[in-house]
């Protein structure tokens, strides 16, 4: 009996239904009402991918195929369970591993193809491995910088940026003769091995605060990688997929840098982040008010609306629980409880939503910086847990501040603000923030995750006064 459709054209079909996941798998993403439907869309259409490519006619021995399937699934199972608080290096990994797949595929291609390789061939070629080895050693950089196994302040030394910029240039030198004249076989290693160190280089004087749009940007470059990728096996699933990738991790990237007002290339050559030297000093002649949980339960049950400001300091102490708890403690009195939501707050974009979101906290009670900003002047208390750069008021004061310009949330303008940190220390910016000195701050020095769990204890157990 002839079948009613052929592998190919079922191929096919199943490559045009997983595009389509694709798609509206980004575009349910937009909305954390519908994020988690946009998660299982683009699980569905990578699961969809796979199995139409293991239908492939061209595979001879699925040997090889099921030692890969094993040993991913032993890497990948694992590193799918970490805490929220690892997600963003966690990510970085995924880039790293997706971008030494595209590398090595495109080193096997060009070796089979080889010295008789079409030049839109080799430039396509070229492109898919410098882009796939920067993007590999890159994303581990980043990861390590995030992890903590790497220096999170900027490494620098003075004629850095040409010395960067002359790698990549070499790289592309050799990509550009290669494309001319493709037998010269031996000249391949060393554009893979270029874009390898430059990958390193590009991401070592780049601060941790500036991580989150490094992420996207590497996440950008994977993509666009793995479209080029496309090209050499003529995969227009391999394109389509890649060039989603590659233009929404671009135009995240972009938003982030908006966020922060700063270009791309100060981003990637400005050497964000360096530590103030008066820091410490400033920090020791400057007085400071304190508080304990009791007093700060009675500033916040007297309050009738109260802005809770979430940062990385909450993601470590994994708080976001505690903080659910708070904001029904809070609400169960009618105080009016909003989420301020910066778009760089944490270690990569939405890191804050999906802290909160995971607690069960009504997505409309997230607010994002414009939307809130306008809020403080008329709120009794701003409760910042573990935020510290995107609340410091010198981005809007002070013009010699690495972050002067930057949109910031105006907690100063609150009647009243307490900010939860375990000490003194400055954020990724590595800059002290003037909003902890204010005569109307009070610092709740402690563990986020144990000081709001105080004041849940204070506030329930205080019966119906405040």
Known sequence: MTPWIGTDTFIEITYLIATALFILSLVWMKSPVTARRGVRAGEIGMALAIGGTLLNRGIVDYKWILIALVLGSIIGVPLGKVHMTAVPQRTALSHAFGALCVTLVGTAEFYLRAPNVPRFMMGVLSMEVILGGLTFTGSLM???????????????????NFVNLGFLAVAVGLAAYLVHD?????????????????????IIPIGGADMPTVISLLNSYAGLSAAAMGFV???????????LDGASGFILSVNMSKAMNRSFTNVLFGAFGQEQAAGAATEEARPVHSATAEEAAAILGAANKVVIVPGYGMAVAQAQHKVRELYDALSKRGVDVKFAIHPVAGRMPGHMNVLLAEADIPYDKLLDMD???????????ALVIGANDVTNPAARAD???PIFGMPILDVDKARTVMVIKRGMSPGFA?????????????????DAKSFVGSIVRELTGAGGHG
Do not use: C
Not at 237 to 243: D, H, P, Q, S, T
């Open 182 to 202: 493709p037998s010269h076989i031996n000249l391949f290693p060393l554009m893979i091995a270029i874009p390898l160190i430059f990958g390193v280089l590009m």
């Open 371 to 381: 939307e809130i900003n306008g809020e403080f002047p008329q709120t009794d208390v």
């Open 430 to 446: 590595g800059i002290d923030n003037p909003l902890y000195y204010l005569d109307k701050t009070l610092m709740l020095f402690g």
């Open 399 to 401: 013009a010699s501040s």
């Open 142 to 160: 980043a990861a390590g910088k995030l992890q903590e196994w790497l220096p999170q302040r900027p490494i620098t030394y003075k004629g850095q």
């Open 233 to 243: 096996l003529d995969s227009k699933l391999l394109i389509i997929a890649g060039a």
